[in-house]
């Protein structure tokens, strides 16, 4: 059975509300362990609806999370980067592929220039669109090679189930081609951070990647 709580804008959001965003930050406190399935706002109610009921503790935690809510419209902001550079080596070990030219980034986002490492920082549902283009710049080893979406929460890096993409690489002179990447991070917690990895996965062709030619886009949905 649902349960509802009402809150006043006035008074508890102090008349600044992202509905949207409060569900998020509700249903990504850990010490909340009922679901919030939706936050209506009409006049000066705001209901505050839970697939069950809070306990004690829990309504204190929602308090807590009401008292930092972030009202901040960030649906649709969004980083866009390439790595102009290229010419990493892609050996048989996974290895980051950097980002040194941030084409435009919006505030939600941390990131250093050169750095593989992007920083999320507003808890959502985000979009991620990358291609890596890789070569085989010497040999004539039929090879191929592979790359993934990494996800690190605090405890390290892991590879985001589903997210894998492959490339064939015949010879230095037809060896060329664009491994695409593309999924829904659901989810996705605040200060989470994202990197792209890859490796050669078979043959011994020296693989490269290509300058001005890996991207990545990252969008926060509504």
Known sequence: MTTTYTKSL?????GNLNTVQLRIEINNDVSISPTCLAVINIADDVDIIFDSALSGPEQTNLDTVISSHDSTVYAG?????HDSTGNISINSGFIDVP???EDKKDTLFTHTASSSEI???????????????IEMSSGNSRSSSVARIMKDSGSGFIEIKGTRGYA???????GTNTISLSTNLIGINKNDKIQIEAMRLSGSGTLTTIPNSSRIQIELQE
Not at 77 to 81: K, L, T
Not at 119 to 133: A, C, P, R, T, W
């Open 10 to 14: 006035v008074s508890d959001f102090g």
């Open 77 to 81: 902001s969004i980083f866009v980067a």
């Open 99 to 101: 980002w040194d030219v």
């Open 119 to 133: 920083i999320l920082n507003i808890s959502g549902d985000y979009f991620i669109h990358v291609e890596i283009s």
């Open 168 to 174: 064939y690489h015949r010879n230095s002179s037809q």
